[in-house]
Nanobody, 115 residues
Framework: QVQLVESGGGLVQAGGSLRLSCAAS????????MGWYRQAPGKQRELVAI???????VYADSVKGRFNVSRDNATNTIYLQMNSLKPEDTAVYYC?????????WGQGTQVIVSS
């Protein structure tokens, strides 16, 4: 079992930046994949970015060049740096870890981007 605790969401003006954090209750060194998803009101949850154990990272087209995923194995934390935020980035953001065949989700953190 893995617990994930997200933080860093909030209200920001368009063009601003936020960094989301996701702290895992166990080592993330050997995970299969980690990433971030988001769900806007009335919409389905969608992939933002995912990083695999092979080292590759896939970003949604809508965030390429603005968002960056990183990880700190020493603190078992993954991050989502979000720059040049737009109102359409407003959503609840969730981190996800894949360990073997199991997926774990955080509780979500709200991001609101005002125009």
């Amino acid at each position: 079992q893995v617990q994930l605790v997200e933080s860093g969401g909030g209200l920001v003006q368009a063009g601003g930046s936020l960094r989301l954090s996701c702290a895992a209750s166990r080592s993330i060194f050997s995970i299969n994949a980690m990433g971030w998803y988001r769900q806007a009101p009335g919409k389905q949850r969608e992939l933002v970015a995912i990083n695999t154990s092979g080292g590759s990272t896939v970003y949604a087209d809508s965030v390429k060049g603005r968002f960056n995923v990183s990880r700190d194995n020493a603190t078992n934390t993954i991050y989502l740096q979000m720059n040049s935020l737009k109102p359409e980035d407003t959503a609840v953001y969730y981190c996800k870890l894949v360990v073997s065949v199991l997926s774990y989700w955080g509780q979500g953190t709200q991001v609101i981007v005002s125009s």
